[in-house]
């Protein structure tokens, strides 16, 4: 069965670092793309981090500078190191992957279950 499984949520302090990671597992042929995305309380999940093999990541603005994505292709696995948190960062912190499972099928997006993170002031 693939699924998604993230690690590492927590609360903290704000100012503190946090590292997130997760990891696809199951039938997997090849995955595209990898991604994080939250969703702050009472809003709409966003996307904020990307990173696709062989190019470099993509963040929205409030990330650059704080977060960094990276990702394992060999264990199908990205990484979040996030710095300097702020209580605006708490969140629901969802990985996503596009993926496919074999070399004919399409590309499809998987989810993982999400991972709290909350930073107090």
């Known amino acids: 069965q693939l699924q998604l499984l993230e690690s590492g949520g927590g609360l903290l302090q704000a100012g503190g670092p946090l590292s997130l990671s997760c990891a696809a597992s199951?039938?997997?042929?090849?995955?595209?793309?990898m991604a994080w995305y939250r969703q702050p309380p009472g809003k709409q999940r966003e996307l904020f981090a990307t990173?696709?093999?062989?190019?470099?990541?993509d963040y929205a603005d409030y990330a650059k500078g704080r977060f960094t994505i990276s990702r394992d292709s060999a264990k199908n696995t990205v990484y979040l190191q996030m710095d300097a948190l702020k209580p605006e960062d708490t969140a629901v912190y969802y990985c996503?992957?596009?993926?496919?499972?074999?070399?004919?099928?399409?590309?499809?997006?998987?989810w993982g279950r999400g991972t709290q993170v909350a930073v107090s002031s």
């Open positions: 199951g039938n997997i042929f090849d995955i595209f793309v």
């Open positions: 990173i696709i093999s062989g190019s470099s990541p």
């Open positions: 996503n992957s596009n993926l496919r499972v074999s070399r004919l099928a399409p590309y499809k997006d998987y």
